[in-house]
């Protein structure tokens, strides 16, 4: 049974401990946090205002925002556990002077209140020796059927495409729900269109399937789109709309 610690109360570190504690194979042991509460999901007397030296452990989780893993970390330099944080373009250096580093990046938009698969999650993990990768790949594929090695600068590349398609996808279809709204017209109605839009992008490039007035440089259509929409929602038209063209026609 490896025993885990926990710092860290947002949405990853809330599933993280949910799946740690339905594991068969994990004991989560210690879940820290800065609130005077503990987080619901937390088992009675594991839940601590900083990290418990006593307690037997054999890897510690921070997952925090970016910003804070070096502060976090700094109180952890004298721990002889493995540590690792869970962020996606932060380097495995932030977690200097720490002897054991590596990182557990599970490639996912977290949401308190909504469930996902963890099964089908890839988790993306380094370490800077061979033992602690090893340790890495038997935790993850505890979780996960999808568990990857991968370098400081692919997870880079990885956590700027998801942003692109995942933070950036979702900031256009509330857009979309905008105008919806405006015209008093159900947002259900793209659903369909949504769905197909994203099961064709699994199958092939999506350069392949791009259609619709910027790329034709139909201005006609375009200008009466515009005439619609506010003038921030405007702006990011006439700024997605060319770049579509210059993808398309360059």
């Given amino acids: 049974m490896m025993q885990i ?19 068969k194979t994990t004991d989560l042991v210690q879940w820290i946090g800065r609130k005077n509460t503990a987080p619901k999901q937390a088992n009675k007397g594991l839940y601590f205002k ?3 030296n006593d307690i037997k452990t054999d890897l510690c989780f ?3 925002t970016d910003d804070a893993i070096p502060s976090v970390a700094e109180q952890l330099i004298n721990i002889d556990v493995l540590v ?26 977290f949401k308190k209140n909504f469930h996902f698969d963890w099964s089908s999650t890839p988790i993306c993990i380094e370490a800077t020796n061979t033992k602690d990768i090893k340790l890495l790949k038997t935790l993850a594929s505890q979780l ?10 692919q997870r880079l590349h990885l956590h700027t495409a998801a942003v692109f398609s995942n ?59 515009l005439s619609v929409l506010s003038e921030k929602d405007a702006e990011l038209y006439r700024i997605l709309s060319q770049s579509i063209f210059n993808t398309h026609n360059t």
């Fill in 5 to 23: 610690a926990l710092i860290g109360t947002g949405n990853l570190a809330t599933h993280l401990a949910s799946a740690l504690q339905n594991s």
């Fill in 144 to 153: 996960s059927e999808s568990v990857h090695q991968i370098t400081e600068n």
């Fill in 167 to 225: 933070n950036f996808c979702n900031h256009l279809i509330g857009v979309s729900q905008r105008i919806t709204t405006k015209a008093a017209l159900p947002f259900s109605l793209l659903h369909p269109l949504l769905k197909e839009t994203f099961e064709r992008s699994f199958l092939t490039r999506t350069t392949d399937l791009q259609t619709g007035p910027a790329k034709r440089n139909d201005t006609l259509t375009q200008q009466k789109h």
């Fill in 84 to 109: 690792v944080h869970t962020a996606g373009a932060t380097s495995i250096n932030a977690l200097k002077p720490i002897k054991r580093r590596g990182v557990f990046y599970p490639l996912q938009s």
């Fill in 62 to 64: 921070i997952a925090v």
């Fill in 50 to 52: 900083q990290y418990q």
